[in-house]
């Protein structure tokens, strides 16, 4: 029978045996999403939920978009019969809030109307998920035809314009009266008539990563980010 080892041989062989350990830590933080995508990919759904009977005139006529645009992409029978009722309902609300929001449009999930008066949006538009959208918003064209893309957590203040084929990036903001017709970086805060590039926030506090706001460092107007 073999002799036992003695315990200073252990203890040395248990030290150099954790250096073996540790590197298996390491994959676990680089699996993890970043921020970014974990913000602008996953809309939030609770930011559109509304009680049956709650009177909640924004939160409505999103709901019969939405319900349409399910609706019409069901094969079922009754289908058909829910897409009527669903255009009504979209009638309605559309008239109580005096907004323009077509049923095919292309919204996000999470979108939040303050104040969803004369709320204006092409239908050919794109929203990303989780943006919020203040009473008097023009999305729409400019010269052309082409029409905006907007990306998520975007806010864009009351009485803005939003017009062109334009890009506007993740977790932008537009002030208030706003006339934007250039594009605006992601974390960027765009004001003024035509609308200026006033602040960028740097991207670990915007929710971007540092190759994003890389990709678009010439929308910036030679800003450094604050």
Not at 130 to 146: H, L, P, W
Not at 148 to 173: D, F, K, M, Q
Not at 177 to 206: F, K, L
Request: aromatic share 6%; net charge positive; hydrophobic share 45%.
């Amino acid at each position: 029978m073999p002799a036992a080892l003695p315990l200073a041989s252990l203890a040395v062989d248990a030290d150099l045996a954790e250096p073996l350990v540790a590197p298996s830590v390491a994959p676990v933080s680089r699996s993890r999403p970043p921020r970014e995508s974990a913000a602008a990919e996953l809309p939030d759904w609770t930011r559109e939920r509304k009680r049956f009977w709650e009177w909640a005139p924004s939160r409505s006529l999103l709901a019969s978009v939405r319900a349409y645009q399910r609706h019409a992409a069901s094969r079922a029978p009754w289908s058909v019969f829910l897409r009527r009722l669903c255009v009504l309902r979209h009638r309605f609300w559309s008239v109580v809030t005096a907004a323009d929001i077509p049923l095919n449009s292309r919204i996000g999930g999470g979108l939040v109307m303050i104040h969803p008066n004369g709320i204006v949006i092409h239908p050919r538009a794109q929203i990303g998920a989780n943006c919020k959208i203040f009473q008097q918003v023009t999305i729409g064209t400019a010269d052309t035809e082409d029409v905006p893309t907007i990306g998520s957590n975007v806010e864009i203040g009351a009485g803005a314009r939003v017009l062109g084929g334009i890009a506007i990036g993740a977790n932008a903001r537009i002030g208030a009266n706003a006339v934007v017709i250039s594009d605006v970086p992601p974390g960027a805060t765009a004001v003024g008539v035509p609308a200026r590039i006033a602040r960028v926030r740097r991207p670990s506090d915007s929710g971007i990563s540092e190759k994003t706001a890389a990709a678009w460092e010439p929308s910036y107007g030679g800003r450094t980010p604050e």
